[in-house]
């Protein structure tokens, strides 16, 4: 299974924008670019994904480097309910499950 | 609509017991899965059912049985229950995308077992 690396944890304040890198410097040309997180006491949670370009959603927007070997996990205004640990998660296409790794925790101050 | 449904929430039992947790999806994936997150936080998976076919197996010990009665239901039954079971398990389901990639991943909200 494809590695990456994050940062233990994070701290970010209220209102303002995060980025959560994340390094995956032997990614495949298959893999997709996965981020779930889990806030306390639920399951995880889907995020965002993508291959190759950037993506949004409402939650969230992925910057993908131009050689993919890092991404970076964008949320626009943090609130204290985005307070969680994030997985960053190479999943290769065809893959039959998700392989979590330590993921980064993030918190949010007033 | 709970999509990822698991019961009991916890559970607590007695060393050498058997018990049962359930789990049910509504979202019409193919593919269901059992995660174990043990009390270090971390995330393993334990099986993975496709259509009602065992896929994964991830070397877990033969106490620990899933059962999948169709493709929107996935059991783990445990018996002879041990100290080290407990753990928080996590069912989740996925579907397949038109590229081949596995993607939606979506997971209950967990059963907290302890073993005593």
């Known amino acids: 299974d494809a590695k990456t690396t994050q940062p233990n944890s994070m701290e970010s304040n209220e209102e303002e924008p995060v980025h959560l890198p994340c390094n995956h410097s032997t990614i495949s040309g298959t893999d997709y670019i996965h981020w779930y997180r889990q806030l306390p006491s639920q399951g995880p949670e889907y995020v965002i994904h993508?291959?190759?370009s950037n993506v949004n959603n409402r939650m969230a927007s992925l910057a993908i480097a131009e050689d993919r070997k890092s991404s970076t996990l964008i949320l626009h205004r943090a609130t204290l309910r985005d307070a969680a640990v994030y997985y960053c998660i190479l999943n290769p296409r065809g893959a039959q499950k998700l392989v979590f790794g330590q993921g980064t925790r993030l918190t949010i101050n007033p | 609509d709970t999509a990822v449904s698991q019961t009991p929430k916890y559970l607590v039992t007695q060393m050498g017991n058997d018990k049962s947790i359930k789990c049910e999806q509504n979202l019409g994936h193919d593919t269901m899965y059992w995660y174990k997150q043990d009390s270090k936080k971390f995330l393993k998976i334990m099986f993975s059912y496709n259509n009602k076919e065992l896929i994964i197996n991830e070397t877990v010990p033969n106490r620990f049985s899933p059962k999948s009665p169709d493709k929107a239901h996935l059991n783990l039954h445990i018996n002879s229950l041990e100290l080290g079971d407990s753990a928080v398990y996590f069912c989740?389901?996925?579907?397949?995308?038109?590229?081949?990639?596995?993607?939606?991943?979506?997971f209950g909200s967990g059963t907290r077992l302890t073993v005593v």
């Open positions: 989740a389901s996925s579907h397949h995308g038109t590229g081949g990639e596995r993607y939606g991943y979506t």
């Open positions: 993508g291959l190759t």
